[in-house]
């Protein structure tokens, strides 16, 4: 079945420590690959996007995510967390050919300790 | 600038009633998207408008509607309000075949 997951429902990470957020599709053509932060009571906001090429795109905030085709994975990266990133985090797709609908992962929970 | 903005940004009703949210954007986009947000966070399409037509409807209650006056705006009005109708609604808008969206903050709806 066509699905986004995103193994970890939960992440606790100390301030300064790197992060990573993992993100898995199964889709049979690659889709466009988004990843959204929603602060706590916030809307969501747009952290950085794949569409084609560089398999290793840069987004704010100091974020970074890569494309593995090989794995259908897109995960998101961070060297080294502030306390203000503390959110929920989705990664997010949208398949060829469905009139632009994002479809969500389950969304992760980053806690940040000081 | 707001670039997408609704309201209101909360609304408390009770079960029976019919409401609105409104949504405009002012990124001169011309698709809009609602998306219903649950108690767990999952994050759901209901309805997209290209141009003021609807292009997705998703398995939605018919008790919903939305509507599209112009592009730069999407309502979505809710009737007999239930229970579980209770979520975060958030708007969104995107260009054309770009399929990069820009969300609002959202409206939480509480039904009691």
């Known amino acids: 079945a066509q699905s986004v997951t995103q193994p970890d429902i939960h992440i606790t990470v100390s301030e300064g420590a790197s992060l990573e957020l993992r993100c898995n599709y199964s889709?049979?053509?690659?889709?466009?690959l988004f990843w959204y932060v929603q602060s706590p009571g916030q809307g969501l906001q747009l952290l950085l996007k794949?569409?084609?090429?560089?398999?290793l795109v840069q987004g704010i905030k100091g974020f970074e995510a890569e494309f593995k085709r090989s794995q259908s994975s897109f995960n998101l990266r961070k060297p080294s967390v502030h306390w203000s990133d503390a959110a929920e985090y989705f990664c997010a797709v949208v398949p060829y050919n469905q009139g632009g609908k994002l479809i969500f992962g389950q969304g992760t929970e980053l806690s940040v300790k000081p | 600038d707001t670039a997408v903005s609704q309201t209101p940004k909360y609304l408390v009703t009770q079960m029976g009633n019919d409401k609105s949210i409104k949504c405009e954007q002012n990124?001169?986009?011309?698709?809009m998207y609602w998306y219903k947000q649950d108690s767990k966070k999952f994050l759901k399409i209901m309805f997209s408008?290209?141009?003021?037509?609807?292009?997705i409807n998703e398995t939605v209650p018919n008790r919903f509607s939305p509507k599209s006056p112009d592009k730069a705006h999407l309502n979505l009005h809710i009737n007999s309000l239930e229970l579980g109708d209770s979520a975060v609604y958030f708007c969104?808008?995107?260009?054309?075949?770009?399929?990069?969206?820009?969300f609002g903050p959202g409206t939480r709806l509480t039904v009691t």
């Open positions: 408008y290209n141009n003021k037509e609807l292009i």
């Open positions: 969104a808008s995107s260009q054309g075949t770009v399929p990069e969206q820009y």
């Open positions: 990124l001169g986009h011309d698709t």
């Open positions: 889709y049979g053509a690659t889709p466009y």
């Open positions: 794949y569409f084609s090429g560089d398999t």
